[in-house]
């Protein structure tokens, strides 16, 4: 047996590595867009500069709340915080709360830039590709007049040009694509390799939670491009998804993404989740929605959920992946933090969205208070090459971290 | 020929209006500043991809990078990468023209708008 120590001596690190895995482990679909050198580099260096502001810059953020904010405010006050907005309004004027915010503004901005010239470069090749692989296919349903609900309309979520609907041509596909190669750099990795560590964390807590589950019919309520309803349509292959979105974009990319990726029982329907009345009362043994409501609106989500209750057959589950609510067990300062992306990030409903009792909104819907699910669950990645949110103590990224709550009820 | 042009398309303005943060001058220049280390970085990567590539295989020497001039063909392609280059660079000023042309509604406004039931 042949000696593996070498004697040559190796550079040691200055300390162990513990930041982002290099862009090239992110899965690479049949609807990826070519990605050259440089255009890599930048998502590299963006997932850094996130990852640097979370666990580098933002706990000044909260050094510099306890050693000078809440002091002055008590002190010219007379007072501490009455609420989150309060403090919010306090911390604005603090410089590293001002710096750490244009950073993280900042990056959001060139996070987009660097994706959205990928894949509009090469947007007629892409936008062939879907084509392609969508036209005359029936488990794309589009519906071309379909009013685009005001919380779309009003603006681009999340500093995301053009939002979920915008076609720069026929047929684009260059907006989903650009969200599905970016959530790398804002992430952090934190997603894994396809974006996907919430739909993984859903598929297995589902498993866990629900053993004898077989649901025939799945629906994904505000699925996007489909990245987390993909692991689930895998979880139960034999089961019949439907993914609904606003978005005709993301609905032709994740139709022709899920193809490529060998996934075939999902149906991509545009529809306005509030009014789904094309489809069948008690016709769904699984509805969920991940990272959704906080982009909705109090006049849908009322709807969303009698829709939701409607749909379901008895028996049925529905459950919903969120950020956790803020409760008064929360502190100001967190709940303050939490806010961000809604007022600085384009979330605008997320505030009011995560302030709301869930439960009585469930039970309004129709679902008895006894049948309520609480749970919670972290993202689902491969841990080799991807960092683990539910290992990760370094960083709270207030908002972004990879591990949410779910709220949801057996009909 | 497409009709997307990515030189002018990539850096557009999402919908709502921007905050700032510090003085909006320094809020500029920290935007423009952050590409450039973006930018540098992208180089950084680049240059060690390289610099690892002519190590395993020992085809060029240092004197002949030092020597190398480029033709017309290699001085455009190089210039078509300057244009890309400046105008991710200065993003944020396009940004701020768009903002002229355009009425929008705060994330506060717009989500006071949406809690009315």
Redo the contacts between chains.
């Keep these: 047996m042949s000696s593996l120590v070498s004697d040559k001596p190796k550079a040691q690190p200055a300390r162990p590595y513990d930041g982002p895995p290099d862009y090239r482990v992110v899965g690479q679909h049949g609807m990826y867009p070519q990605l050259s ?2 255009e890599i ?2 998502f ?3 997932a ?2 996130n990852r640097h502001l979370s666990t580098q810059i933002m706990p000044g953020v909260k050094e510099a709340f306890d050693a000078r904010v809440e002091p002055k405010f008590m002190a010219t006050q007379g007072r501490g915080f009455k609420d989150r907005h309060e403090v919010r309004k306090a911390l ?1 004027k603090d410089p590293m ?3 750490w ?3 993280r ?3 959001m ?2 996070r ?3 994706g ?2 990928v894949t ?2 090469q ?2 090749h892409l936008n062939a590709k879907a084509k392609a692989l969508t036209e005359h296919d029936q488990r794309l349903k589009l519906k071309p007049d379909l009013p685009l609900p ?2 779309v309309e ?3 979520h999340h ?5 979920y609907h915008t076609e ?2 026929e047929g684009d596909v ?1 907006g989903p694509c650009n969200y599905d190669i970016g959530i790398f750099a804002t992430t952090g990795g934190m997603l894994g390799r396809y974006n996907d560590g919430g739909g993984q964390a859903i598929a297995a807590w589902v498993k866990e939670a629900l053993p004898d589950l077989k649901p025939q019919r799945i629906l994904d309520i505000g699925a996007g491009l489909g990245h987390n309803v993909v692991p689930i349509a895998q979880a139960f292959p034999e089961a019949e998804v439907v993914a609904v979105d606003v978005g005709a974009p993301m609905l032709r990319y994740g139709l022709a993404r899920a193809k490529t990726m060998g996934v075939e029982n999902i149906t991509f329907v545009q529809g306005d989740v509030s009014d789904l009345s094309d489809l069948a009362d008690e016709s769904f043994d699984m509805i969920h929605s991940c990272m959704f409501l906080h982009e ?4 849908s989500m009322p709807k969303i959920f009698a829709e939701t209750h409607r749909l379901l057959k008895p028996g049925g589950i529905v459950f919903h992946v969120e950020q956790p609510q803020y409760t008064p067990e929360m502190p100001l300062f967190e709940q303050a933090m939490r806010d961000w992306d ?3 990030n ?4 997320w ?2 969205m995560h302030e709301v009792d869930l439960d009585s909104w469930m039970v309004a819907a129709g679902f008895a208070p006894d049948k309520l699910i609480h749970g919670g669950v972290a993202a689902v990645v491969d841990p080799d090459v991807f960092p683990q949110a539910a290992q990760d103590t370094k960083q709270e990224d207030y908002g972004r971290k990879a591990a949410w709550h779910v709220v949801g009820a057996v009909k | 020929m497409s009709k997307i042009d990515p030189l002018v398309l990539a850096g557009a303005k999402s919908k709502g209006k921007r905050p700032y943060f510090l003085d909006t001058d320094v809020e500029r220049l920290t935007n423009i500043v952050l590409v450039l280390a973006q930018e540098l970085a992208v180089v950084r990567e680049r240059t060690d991809t390289l610099e690892r590539l002519l190590e395993q295989s020992g085809v060029l020497t240092r004197q002949e990078i030092e020597t190398f001039t480029p033709t017309k063909q290699q001085a455009d392609e190089r210039g078509a990468w300057t244009q890309e280059y400046l105008a991710r660079v200065f993003r944020v000023l396009q940004q701020e023209r768009e903002a002229l042309q355009a009425q929008e509604a705060s994330s506060e406004e717009v989500a006071d708008e949406l809690a009315k039931v």
């Design positions: 050198h440089d580099s930048r590299n260096f963006l850094h500069v604005l709360f001002q710096w915010s244009a950073l503004r900042a990056t901005e060139t987009q830039q660097a959205r010239w509009l470069r947007a007629d005001r919380y009003a603006i681009d500093c995301m040009p053009g939002s720069l041509a260059t909705t609106s109090y006049a809604a007022f600085y384009n979330e605008p409903f505030t009011k």
